[in-house]
DNA sequence: TTGTAGGCGTTATCAC
DNA sequence: GTGATAACGCCTACAA
């Protein structure tokens, strides 16, 4: 009948064309070595006409293997968790692995929801950022038996395996070299609501490398949702003196706000680094190429992908002794000194 | 046995702890109404204890519905995609479908083979960019009865429907723009190898708008990979020179290359627009608060989001008329000149 | 090398 | 309202 859906051709209709069993279609189609060439080469000939494709879903339920990755990102909308996911992409798919991408948007209850979710698909492992988890969050992902990697920050009490480094050590490394540089009233520019960030890491690991060093750590500027942008940043710069009037550096909780400030104090006279010293987090590309080129804390999103991906794929692997894993990877970090900043 | 994986919890589990049938526990699940509260009540309860989480995969072996839409981006690592992705993402989750992701790194050949990958997922729909496509991915997809949707550029022969706009009249529209203000001896820049790009397009619009002008466009720059980085516009900028000693304004492929390039120019004292002018494509949120800010074309990617979100949850929805469907969505796109070029 | 029987975990359908 | 039975499309296990 015209207009009426036909229906998908079944590994069944393959087995008819080719007068064999279905068996004997789905073992040429994986390869096993089991068919003889002959019925192996007619098989696929018949396939590839009748342009019949396999439906995955039916074979893992078989399996047990659902081919699946669960893994969430904050955002879509960042170089570092893109970068992340296209080298972990890169490294799943060897395996046949493919990604189930979620994003939380920064809320925890979004998360939970993800979760909730993504564990009806049956993922073989589940790879996400630590920022907190809710209670109900960590309870289903404890019970799901799936394996857990979670990512950027190492979280205090690790569910399962752990890829990423301390925000909070990272930022207070920065803070001390700022300090050492000269710099006395530095204020530190991050979003209104980073609870559930690892901002709020950041923050505190610049308000004890302050307290460390008898400063006072009081000029904290907080606009914004999660995740800043250039214009927070800018905004921010704009009205510069109506947060404190003798700041003399200012630490963004990443590079886009960081070059917002940066373009607001050059429209306004203000010289970088001369009166006002400016470093980001993240070395984003515009950090390098502004003028001047932005002072930041340097990581690479790709290695947390790649490690990711390593890890994932030997936790998966059915001949490899799980006992015998790292748990913890830690991803290496570095101050990246440019010309925002200088000695005073 | 310790040590021992557990088996997960089924719905049979479920239904003999709580005493009744599996339908009956599915019924509950699903909330068909059909279920008396009570039996409901202390199915749910057991469902809570037991921590038990439905396969859905199973389910959809059922239902023959996967709850899967699968799009394609040329990379994960672009604010437009990224937000167009995110758009999309919360558009179909309201219907509870899930977007299976895939990044094709501007290779027809690697697009190829994602879809026929995600295909063996049985998506309800697939969402694709269009910068031209194999002959074999076109037999996939028309063959697999699932519904088309190609987005950016509204493609000469379209598999089912579109979303987008067309790159090669946009680009047209600016470089008319730039002649109207006086510009003569304007250079592209693009990458060197565009083919399967909407970059490509994009040229061409700038070359007919360029010859209908009676202007030459020979003055083609082409450098690196798909896509264009600000690295790439800084070292072209660099050496413009080199390139073309007369040339008196650059349109860039996208907005990061235009950054790149004003950087470039900028630390030589070439004056901006002064000497030279730049444009971008894009509307990336650097190009508005660079200095001076940077002419760009400027789309909404998340309109693309949402009107594709939109279009396919009709086209899902068992109780719409595909018939009565609008098969070709034109997104809005416009010139916002800025200080990067001006009247001369 | 190939085939048969049975099951993976869910839902559609029809009976009670 | 609830339950029994039979799919859904594939693969495991075993038999031939």
């Excluded at 040429?28 to 000939?45: C, F, P």
């Excluded at 969430?72 to 296209?86: A, E, F, T």
């Excluded at 400016?278 to 990581?299: L, M, Q």
């Excluded at 794929?313 to 913890?328: E, G």
Aim: proline share 4%.
């Amino acid at each position: 009948m015209p207009g009426e859906k036909q229906q998908l051709a079944t590994m069944q209709d393959v087995a008819q064309a080719a007068g064999v069993s279905r068996m004997t279609v789905s073992r040429a189609l994986r390869d096993d070595g089991l068919v003889s060439d002959n019925t192996r080469k007619r098989i696929l000939e018949v396939v590839e006409k009748m342009g019949y494709v396999p439906d995955q879903m039916a074979g893992s339920l078989s399996t047990k293997r659902s081919g699946f990755v669960a893994t969430l990102v904050p955002s879509i909308n960042n170089v570092h968790y893109g970068k992340m996911v296209q080298a972990l992409t890169e490294m799943l798919e060897r395996t046949g692995l493919q990604i189930l991408l979620g994003h939380t948007d920064y809320s925890s209850q979004r998360e939970e929801a993800l979760v909730e979710g993504l564990l009806k698909r049956r993922p073989e492992a589940i790879a996400l950022p630590y920022d907190g988890h809710s209670k109900r969050t960590i309870k289903l992902l404890k019970q799901s038996q799936v394996p857990v990697v979670q990512l950027w920050e190492t979280p205090p009490k690790p569910i399962g395996y752990t890829v990423g480094f301390s925000n909070e050590a990272v930022a207070y490394s920065m803070t001390e070299k700022l300090i050492q540089l000269g710099y006395k009233n530095i204020a530190f520019l991050c979003e209104t609501n980073d609870e559930w960030t690892r901002g709020a890491a950041r923050r505190m690991g610049f308000r004890n490398a302050m307290e460390h060093a008898g400063l006072s750590a009081h000029r904290m500027i907080r606009f914004g949702t999660p995740p800043m942008s250039i214009k927070d940043g800018y905004f921010v710069g704009k009205n510069i003196k109506q947060y404190y009037e003798d700041i003399d550096c200012i630490f963004c909780v990443s590079d886009a706000p960081a070059f917002g400030v940066l373009t607001a104090l050059k429209e306004q006279g203000v010289s970088v680094p001369g009166e006002i010293g400016i470093a980001g987090f993240g070395d984003f590309e515009v950090a390098r190429f502004s003028n001047p080129s932005i002072t930041t804390v340097k990581f690479d999103a790709e290695q947390i992908g790649y490690v990711t991906g390593e890890l994932i794929t030997q936790l998966i692997s059915p001949d490899s002794d799980t006992r015998k894993l790292k748990k913890h990877h830690v991803i290496e970090v570095s101050n990246c000194m440019r010309e925002s900043t200088c000695a005073r």
